[in-house]
């Protein structure tokens, strides 16, 4: 019913920049808050930035000021904006999103299936 997808990844010169997306779709009473992680091979999946549904934002350290994330509510969408990428940032980047789906009255964590981010030096 709830579908999240990933949308923007690719390849990109260290320096550069990308715009992620992320689509929620399917029957959707409300949408609170939203994150990307992301997950490089060999190491664990980490959280990247998060935005409340009132637009409150958080960060992690390694991308602070260098990234940003923002969400449509009207349109159900979450977006990243990534500047001045390392070869560090090169991962699958996962969009999550706590759901209240038309099925039922409770939100519950949703998961898109991710979206390649390669940044070469």
């Known amino acids: 019913q709830v579908q999240l997808v990933e949308s923007g990844g690719g390849l990109v010169q260290a320096g550069g920049s990308l715009t992620l997306s992320c689509a929620a779709s399917g029957s959707i009473i409300s949408i609170g808050t939203m994150a990307w992680y992301r997950q490089a091979p060999g190491k664990q999946r980490e959280l990247v930035a998060s935005?409340?549904?009132?637009?409150?934002?958080n960060y992690a350290d390694s991308v602070k000021g260098r990234f940003t994330i923002s969400r449509d509510n009207a349109k159900r969408l979450l977006f990243l904006q990534m500047n001045s990428l390392k070869p560090e940032d090169t991962a699958n980047y996962y969009c999550?999103?706590?759901?209240?789906?038309?099925?039922?009255?409770?939100?519950?964590?949703?998961w898109g299936k991710g979206t390649l981010v390669t940044v070469s030096s």
């Open positions: 999550n999103a706590n759901v209240r789906p038309g099925s039922g009255y409770y939100g519950s964590p949703y």
């Open positions: 935005i409340t549904s009132g637009g409150n934002t």
